[in-house]
């Protein structure tokens, strides 16, 4: 079983940064595809960005290349979401998500066995 917590979420004017942390306990984490999905008030939950177990490959919305950045770092059981030149359509839940291993990044969130709570993003015009 995977446990994920996150953390790194806020306010923020709009064309600022934020990074956002997924702290993931259980053994598995290193072999685990990671993925983070936000959702909106009144909106389906939207895929953002995925990464495989290895951080060899990734995957990024149309919405959100060149701006955002999904890494990992395996020793430390932990993905980031650097999140830059924000924009208030951003503003959302964020949720980190764990899957199987795979080399292709799934992204849809159904594809996703394990969620965080999520963390809250507003971005001010």
């Known amino acids: 079983q995977v446990q994920l917590v996150e953390s790194g979420g806020g306010l923020v004017q709009a064309g600022g940064s934020l990074r956002l942390s997924c702290a993931a306990s259980?053994?598995?984490?290193?072999?685990?595809?990671m993925g983070w999905s936000r959702q909106a008030p009144g909106k389906e939950r939207e895929f953002v960005a995925g990464?495989?177990?290895?951080?060899?490959?990734?995957y990024y919305t149309d919405s959100v290349k060149a701006r955002f950045t999904i890494s990992r770092d395996n020793a430390k059981n932990t993905v980031f979401l650097q999140m830059n030149s924000l924009k208030p359509e951003d503003t959302a839940v964020y949720y980190c998500?764990?899957?199987?291993?795979?080399?292709?990044?799934?992204?849809?969130?159904?594809?996703?066995?394990?969620w965080g709570q999520g963390t809250q993003v507003t971005v001010s015009s």
């Open positions: 998500a764990a899957g199987p291993l795979s080399l292709v990044v799934a992204t849809t969130p159904i594809k996703y066995d394990h």
């Open positions: 259980g053994r598995i984490f290193s072999t685990s595809n």
């Open positions: 990464i495989i177990w290895s951080g060899g490959r990734t």
